[in-house]
Nanobody, 121 residues
Framework: QVQLVESGGGLVQAGGSLRLSCAAS????????MGWYRQAPGKQRELVAK???????VYAASVKGRFTISRDNANNTVYLQMNSLKPEDTADYYC???????????????WGQGTLVTVSS
């Protein structure tokens, strides 16, 4: 099976930066889309940013210009560089891999376990 392992969350002051990483492991031939979602207490999970294998990116309006998503296709890893963080960015951040092709699957979707980002004012 495929697993996603996230790292890089933590506590930061408003205006600071954090970098999240997510590595996919398992029998993987390719991953169509990798992305980051977040869920704040009492709110629904929402898309933060996603990146297609060819490099096309999509950002939530609330993070555009502050966050940058990138990926290393050779190592099935996705990154989220978060700058100018605000208290409203506080949430659990989840890595997502969609359209995973591997040994016995052709369109698998996988979620990471989540990493907490806390931005203090």
């Amino acid at each position: 099976q495929v697993q996603l392992v996230e790292s890089g969350g933590g506590l930061v002051q408003a205006g600071g930066s954090l970098r999240l990483s997510c590595a996919a492991s398992g029998s993987i031939f390719s991953i169509a889309v990798m992305g980051w979602y977040r869920q704040a207490p009492g709110k629904q999970r929402e898309l933060v940013a996603k990146i297609y294998s060819g490099g096309f990116t999509v950002y939530a309006a609330s993070v555009k210009g502050r966050f940058t998503i990138s990926r290393d296709n050779a190592n099935n890893t996705v990154y989220l560089q978060m700058n100018s963080l605000k208290p409203e960015d506080t949430a659990d951040y989840y890595c997502n891999a969609d359209g995973v092709r591997g040994g016995q699957y052709s369109n698998l979707e996988v979620w990471g376990q989540g990493t907490l980002v806390t931005v203090s004012s």
